[in-house]
T-cell receptor
Framework: DTAVSQTPKYLVTQMGNDKSIKCEQN?????MYWYKQDSKKFLKIMFS???????INETVPNRFSPKSPDKAHLNLHINSLELGDSAVYFC??????????????FGPGTRLLVL | DQQVKQNSPSLSVQEGRISILNCDYT??????FLWYKKYPAEGPTFLIS?????DKNEDGRFTVFLNKSAKHLSLHIVPSQPGDSAVYFC?????????????FGQGTILTVHP
C-alpha cells in the first residue's frame, strides 16, 4: 500500500484556471507538508499542518490555499494559475511529535504544467 | 538566499568505487541533517541522517560525515552500485519551533557505471 499518495500525478492546465491537488497518507502521521520543486530543482517548503492546524506558512502567494479536512489529508488549492506555478509539488508527512529527529515521508509528486 | 547548497550538479562513478557527495550550509541554527535519494517520477526517500552532536553516522554502505566548523557534510557510498544511480538531496533542520521544516539543497545526480 502506498504510504503517501497524491492525485493527480500530472496536471496540464491553462493560465487563469483554478486547480486542486490532493494528498493522503495512511501512516497515522500528525504532520503534513507541501513542498514545491522549481525549475532550479530546489525543494522548498510551502505549508505544514499539524493535526489539522496550520503551523508553517512560507512566503507563498495567497492564490495558494492548503486545506486539511482531517489528519490524513492535506489538499492544495491554487487559484488563477500562472505560468510560474509550473513545478513539481510534493506532499510529505511526519510521525506524531515534532522532534527534530523525525523523518518525513514523501509522496510521488504532482507535475503541474501551466500553459 | 540558499542556506543549503550542493555545488556539484552531477557525479559519475565506476561500480565498486567510492561515491562522495558534498553539501554546505550557512545557517548555524541547523542541528539535524539528512540525505534523501530520489528516483525519476518518485518522491524523495530518506537515506541517512546525522545530529549536530555527532561527526559521523554509518548505515551499511552509507556514511555521513559532518564538519560543523566548516558547515559541511558529505555522504560516502562504498562500494557504489548501479542501483545507487539517482538524485541525492541534502537537507537540514533547525530544532525549536521550526516544526520539522526541511531546507533542501538542489541535488546531485549520481550515475554509477557498471
Amino acid at each position: 500500500d502506498t504510504a503517501v499518495s497524491q492525485t493527480p500525478k500530472y496536471l496540464v492546465t491553462q493560465m487563469g484556471n483554478d486547480k486542486s491537488i490532493k494528498c493522503e497518507q495512511n501512516l497515522g502521521h500528525d504532520t503534513m507538508y507541501w513542498y514545491k520543486q522549481d525549475s532550479k530543482k530546489f525543494l522548498k517548503i510551502m505549508f505544514s499542518y499539524n493535526n489539522k492546524e496550520l503551523i508553517i506558512n512560507e512566503t507563498v502567494p495567497n492564490r495558494f490555499s492548503p486545506k486539511s479536512p482531517d489528519k490524513a489529508h492535506l489538499n492544495l488549492h491554487i487559484n488563477s494559475l500562472e505560468l510560474g506555478d509550473s513545478a513539481v509539488y510534493f506532499c510529505a508527512s511526519q510521525r506524531p511529535g515534532l522532534a527534530v529527529k523525525e523523518t518525513q515521508y514523501f509522496g510521488p509528486g504532482t507535475r503541474l504544467l501551466v500553459l | 538566499d540558499q542556506q543549503v547548497k550542493q555545488n556539484s550538479p552531477s557525479l559519475s562513478v565506476q561500480e565498486g568505487r567510492i561515491s562522495i557527495l558534498n553539501c554546505d550550509y550557512t545557517n548555524s541554527m541547523f542541528d539535524y541533517f539528512l540525505w534523501y535519494k530520489k528516483y525519476p517520477a518518485e518522491g524523495p526517500t530518506f537515506l541517512i541522517s546525522i545530529s549536530s552532536i555527532k561527526d559521523k553516522n554509518e548505515d551499511g554502505r552509507f556514511t555521513v560525515f559532518l564538519n560543523k566548523s566548516a558547515k559541511h557534510l558529505s555522504l560516502h557510498i562504498v562500494p557504489s552500485q548501479p542501483g545507487d544511480s539517482a538524485v541525492y538531496f541534502c537537507a537540514a533542520k533547525a530544532g525549536g519551533t521550526s516544526y520539522g521544516k526541511l531546507t533542501f539543497g538542489q541535488g546531485t545526480i549520481l550515475t554509477v557505471h557498471p
